[in-house]
């Protein structure tokens, strides 16, 4: 190769990086912008909306936590517990009660129970879709014997 050969394809890998970094440095402040929208409207989000912890116990060992749910604030927990879970419930005087989560379903000896947690587990006071959840709440729902 020849003299002008090498300074043409000097040129040419110049301008090519010359480009490359170009574009790297348009998709970096893309990027970056993006990055600073999606927190903005994540802040944004936090003001009406909650984080949760919900808890399944089939009652077999088998536990999934589905923490940090985020949720609109003042949803219920039937409605919660919908939106993690395949669920069926029935309704009563006494509020919501769930009868399968995910395809087990109560029986004759079992049936499924929501607890709460603050600083230990107590049993939820009301039916499911009578009780609010709050950003922080923690609460389970297990696969329990009727004994």
Request: aromatic share 14%; hydrophobic share 40%; proline share 1%.
């Amino acid at each position: 190769m020849n003299e002008n050969t090498y300074k043409l394809l000097a040129v040419v890998l110049l301008c090519t990086t010359i480009a490359a970094g170009t574009l790297a440095l348009n998709y970096n402040y893309k990027y970056t912008t993006l990055e600073e929208d999606y927190q903005t409207v994540l802040g944004e989000l936090e003001d009406f909306t909650a984080l949760v912890d919900i808890m399944v116990d089939y009652g077999n060992g088998t536990i999934v936590w589905y923490n940090e749910t985020r949720i609109q604030t003042g949803a219920d927990l039937l409605e919660v517990t919908g939106l993690v879970c395949d669920i069926e419930y029935q309704t009563s005087d006494f509020g919501s009660f769930i009868t399968s989560v995910n395809g087990l379903e109560q029986d004759a000896t079992h049936f499924w129970i929501w607890s709460l947690y603050e600083d230990e587990w107590a049993m939820g006071p009301v039916g499911a879709d009578q009780y609010s959840l709050h950003d922080g709440d923690v609460v389970g729902w297990t696969y329990t014997s009727y004994q």
